[in-house]
């Protein structure tokens, strides 16, 4: 395989530069948070996928909210339902409309569905715009959420899909049992699988098992003048694997998530913000995303960062305000 040095490089120093940008907001530094033009400009997803806003609030209030039902297919229900629309805003509207929280006892398509209608009505937007979900009348249905709900009601409920993920041997098998079902594709089956795995359900490792996106196929397309016989998923391995010592060549203090390295979604994830942050930096690099959408806005309502305890690292983010590489 042949890098493109300069783009290559930056994938690099973008993921350094990103990662600065989330301790300082920790560490309440005022804005700007570093002195890149483009990333001061533009919206870019965190360095690690689990610091995200939204991936933090399906992590602490619908995973891990102690008043929640840690029973398993009631955790798998509220992740199917609140990552399929992906938005708080959603999820909360059909809490405040139910009055009470979401659980299989009160989990009735038709009614779920009535509500989402109503919020449409009323101009609301229930879909996240991060990416594109299948919209299929696959269970015969017009609207898009009434045949999501009728697919969440037949994996949950009909089929009861949490006894074969529990019995699963590997995270690819994770992945492999999501995918079966209609309106779900590859991505969004790798997605689900690792939210997933972020809860007590599964505890498989992040790194034996990973599936490009295409913004991520974009991204390693930029980084390298070609592959050769590896796939996009080799590349995405080697870059978790060699990250260490691509820090160390190009000379960056990388701040990693209170010692936990980037892992292979991490890494798939950074391909797709490093296409987004050359769009600007090297439009001449073509490609079918010409222009980055969104520009950055300051949110008021900072985050209390909360990770999948197993991951052992929710103490230190108190104890220190620079991580430092500890074992659990």
Known sequence: MQVRQE?????????????????NKINNVP??????????????CNAYRASDRVSQYLIKNVIYDENRS??????????????IFNKKETWEYLENK???????????PNTYSEILQEAMNLGYVIYTSAYMSCASKEFGYDKKHQNHLALIDKMVVQDRVINRIVKAKNFEAVFQIIQEYPLL?????????TDINYSEIINFDENSFTIPGPGAERGISKCFVNID????TNIIHWMTENQEKEFQRLGLNFQSLWGRPLQAIDCQNLFCETDKYCRAAFPELKSNRKKIKSKFTVTPQAIDYFYPPKWCINDKIKQT???TLTNC
């Open 31 to 44: 804005p700007p948070w570093t002195t890149d033009p483009i990333i001061n400009i533009y919206k870019f």
């Open 229 to 232: 016989d590896k796939t996009y």
């Open 98 to 108: 139910i009055g009470d929280y979401i659980t299989l006892s009160n989990f009735d």
């Open 185 to 193: 594709g590859k991505f969004m089956a790798y997605q689900l699988a």
């Open 70 to 83: 840690k029973n398993e297919e009631e955790v798998i229900l509220r992740i199917l339902l609140f990552k």
């Open 7 to 23: 783009i290559f490089d930056t994938y690099w120093r973008f993921a350094t530069m990103r990662q600065e940008v989330f301790f």
């Open 321 to 323: 305000k620079i991580p």
